[in-house]
């Protein structure tokens, strides 16, 4: 049923356990699990909004993995007791919360349950306010599951041809400088995540072609609003320009206007470009994974990965090159394979 034996789960707790960013009290993990099933590690993570909620501390009192705004806050020792057990052919459960702010800046929760009765695992999972309906409705039968080293929990059902996983261990424990690696995501890959990273190559700013979407991208980074909240569907092409100068050398308003998917949306009368989207799209996981700067070039490596798995994309390794400036600003030059 598993494919993770307790000789590898031990190995991988020995690991994690000698970074200093999950300590090990001693304790057998039978012990600990009794005494305090959920241990907090990353607290800093967590705000009131968080702390204060029922759930919160419900979770706190079971075996469980909780994650708040895609950042694992849990001790993984109720994972590897659970997966453990299930090689074991013990009864065990584990459940993962995991909570998200919604518009109204308050956490909504969804609950995945692993429940093994002699390595039988059955699993079941929805959102709060749908859990009764959950029990009334069964489980899920799970065919296989295991825990991998990118810290995820990854599981196939007898009721889905596609495998599914979450990560359950943070970044901190499984990367020495977790902390520069989120910056350099947060500050150089983020502002163009969806349009111009992974397999979207460009050796120059001048081979790209979205320059619409590149602009959607880069206003929603910067602002709290959408483009469409500031201009409704007609987009004005002179702060698009200077928007997407501030990230790129060399655009110019032909650039813009000329992009053949939209060219019959220019208007020259009021030089606005009519647009109501409808890009579309599935989850890009990407990680930063080494950069060097040399000079005014800052060249940062970074890796496509599936989203249920944490598993590199064959072919999937990327290097982006960013000129950094004197007033801390910076300039998009290239995204290139990495051999």
């Not at 994972?79 to 013990?90: A, L, P, R």
């Not at 041809?161 to 520069?180: D, F, K, T």
């Not at 109501?276 to 000079?295: A, D, N």
């Amino acid at each position: 049923m598993s494919s993770i034996s307790p000789e590898s789960a031990g190995d991988s707790r020995s690991a994690l356990e000698a970074s200093e960013s999950i300590p090990n009290d001693g304790d057998s993990s039978s012990q600990a699990s009794a005494r305090n099933p959920t241990k907090i590690v990353y607290p800093q993570l967590a705000d009131e909004r968080l702390t204060s909620s029922a759930l919160y501390q419900r979770a706190l009192g079971q075996p469980s993995v909780i994650i708040y705004q895609d950042e694992v806050l849990t001790d993984p020792q109720p994972v590897w007791d659970f997966m453990e057990s299930v090689d074991e052919g013990m009864d065990c459960g584990l459940y993962i919360y995991t909570f998200r702010l919604d518009h109204n800046g308050e956490p909504d929760c969804y609950l995945a349950h692993f429940i093994s009765t002699e390595s039988a695992i059955t699993y079941s999972g929805a959102y709060e306010n749908n859990w009764d309906a959950l029990t009334e409705s069964g489980c899920s039968k799970v065919t296989s599951i295991s825990f991998n080293e990118y810290g995820f929990l990854v599981y196939e059902m007898e009721s889905s041809s596609e495998a599914s996983g979450i990560q359950v261990v943070n970044n901190r424990a499984l990367y020495n400088n977790a902390e520069e690696r989120q910056k350099m995501y947060d500050t150089y890959l983020v502002p163009i995540y969806y349009t111009a990273l992974g397999n979207r190559v460009w050796a120059s700013p001048e081979e790209l072609a979205s320059w619409i979407w590149l602009f959607e991208e880069l206003y929603n980074y910067e602002n709290d609003d959408t483009p469409w909240d500031r201009f409704g569907s007609n987009w004005p092409v002179e702060t698009m320009v200077k928007t997407l100068s501030r990230y790129f050398e060399g655009v110019t308003a032909d650039m813009v206007i000329s992009e053949p998917k939209y060219a019959d949306a220019y208007d020259p009368e009021t030089n606005t470009i009519f647009y109501e989207g409808g890009r579309g799209g599935g989850p890009l996981c990407l990680r930063v994974t080494s950069w060097m700067q040399e000079g005014d070039r800052l060249v940062i490596d970074y890796e496509g990965y599936e989203y249920y798995s944490g598993v590199p994309w064959e072919d999937g390794f990327y290097t982006l090159t960013v000129k950094t400036m004197e007033d801390g600003s910076f300039r998009y030059l290239s995204n290139l394979p990495r051999n």
